[in-house]
């Protein structure tokens, strides 16, 4: 029997990504500021979603479905031909195919005494 290496999940509140070592990403779709697709493996493409504090969710094309899909839509003007185009034309490289209008505020800088 074969097990896949990973596991999409996708709610309303989020996407969740886990591995086969027990590794898991996971993201707020609130917090989602961008989405990067690239990455192109020797049977995949990656579909990268970015969080305001710089954390990843990496979803392979290949876990993707309509839920996954319906659920990018409701991020601000998202575009979806946009998408289908970008993972038609992957290569090893990443573009940027959708970013928050609302992009987070950059952090303070820390001052140590």
């Keep these: 029997m074969h097990v896949p290496d990973t596991y999409v999940y996708v709610t309303e509140e989020g996407v969740t990504r886990h591995y086969a070592d027990g590794s898991v990403e996971a993201l707020a779709w609130e917090d989602v500021i961008e989405v990067r697709v690239g990455g192109v493996t020797a049977s995949d493409v990656l579909i990268v979603l970015e969080d305001r504090a710089g954390d990843n969710c990496v979803v392979p094309r290949s876990a993707t479905d309509a839920t996954f899909l319906a659920?990018?839509?409701?991020?601000?003007?998202?575009?979806?031909?946009?998408?289908?185009?970008?993972?038609?034309?992957?290569?090893?490289?990443?573009?940027?195919?959708?970013?928050?209008?609302d992009p987070p505020h950059p952090l303070p800088d820390l001052e140590y005494d």
């Design 71 to 101: 659920r990018l839509r409701y991020l601000p003007d998202f575009d979806l031909d946009r998408l289908s185009w970008a993972v038609e034309n992957a290569d090893d490289g990443f573009v940027v195919v959708w970013r928050s209008p």
